[in-house]
């Protein structure tokens, strides 16, 4: 299927340090390098601007600007970042990215549920595991008060051992919630480095994290971008609030 409009990809999780800022820059690379987009923009909301950088050091020909919205008096910034979602619905090529802060505040979760997607990182621990089932529960009350199938919530197991088993857990924990499960991330060295020195596509292709990237990136394209979960709301017909749909592969 072929996307109608410009896409909002929004990484969020209230808990720090799962991988927000890293995972929206390693998308935003991989979505321009495959050359499959008109316009990728990435939105860094977060004040300390981390994923900025990041994204200067992994690829540089992809637009990026910073629209901290911690503070009340960040308030312009939520402003100009719903305007820039709205004009990135107008057109379909479109691409915008949204890095958000550990504690976006009310508003901010609200603006960011007009995404088409949010993208939740989360390690299998205890640490992480709770304050993000909280999270997808809040989201979750949002859409059902609105009684809307967007935004789609993807949960991205990162930071995982090799070993696979443990992948049950993920699915288990979000049982009966409206989420889907993506292809995991596996805990790699070169993905510490990536913030320390720079890389470019080159040498990114050679690191055994790609594979994984890209079977993420496959799952994004399909289900999110070509909009093949909006297709299987539409064949149910009506938006029910089932089980919860778990997509590893
Ligand atoms: N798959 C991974 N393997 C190894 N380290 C990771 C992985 N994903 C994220 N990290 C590391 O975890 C730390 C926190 O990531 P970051 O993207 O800054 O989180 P957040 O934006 O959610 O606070 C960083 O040091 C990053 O390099
Ligand atoms: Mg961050």
């Known amino acids: 299927m072929e996307a109608s409009?410009?896409?909002i990809l929004?990484?969020?999780?209230?808990k720090g340090g799962v991988g927000k800022s890293t995972l929206s820059c390693l998308v935003t690379a991989m979505m321009q390098w495959s050359n499959k987009y008109e316009s990728i923009q990435l939105v860094d909301a977060d004040k300390q601007g981390s994923s900025v950088s990041l994204l200067q050091r992994i690829c540089k020909?992809?637009?990026c600007s910073h629209y901290p919205i911690s503070y009340e008096y960040d308030k312009l910034n939520l402003i100009m970042l719903s305007q820039l979602m709205e004009n990135t619905r107008m057109k379909k090529g479109n691409v915008l990215v949204i890095d958000t802060p550990a504690r976006p505040g009310q508003e901010g979760i609200e603006l960011f549920t007009k995404s088409h997607a949010i993208i939740v990182p989360v390690s299998n621990t205890m640490a992480?595991?709770?304050p993000t089932l909280d999270f997808v529960k809040k989201l979750d009350k949002i859409k059902e008060r609105f009684n809307k199938i967007h935004p789609h919530i993807v949960i991205i197991p990162n930071k995982?051992?090799?070993n696979r088993k443990h992948l049950d857990d993920f699915v288990n924990f979000f049982e009966n919630l409206d989420v889907v499960i993506g292809p995991p991330l596996h805990d790699s060295s070169f993905i510490r480095k990536v913030y320390l020195k720079s890389y470019e596509l080159d040498k990114i292709e050679k690191e055994t994290i790609f594979s994984d990237l890209i079977k993420v990136m496959e799952f994004l394209n399909k289900y999110v971008m070509e909009e093949e979960l909006d297709e299987i709301y539409r064949i149910d017909?009506?938006?029910e609030r089932s089980n919860n749909l778990s997509l590893i592969k």
Do not use: D, M, W
């Not at 929004?10 to 209230?14: G, K, S």
């Open 237 to 239: 017909n009506k938006y």
């Open 10 to 14: 929004t990484f969020a999780n209230p």
């Open 5 to 7: 409009r410009g896409k």
């Open 128 to 130: 992480e595991l709770p």
């Open 61 to 63: 020909n992809v637009a």
């Open 160 to 162: 995982i051992h090799q």
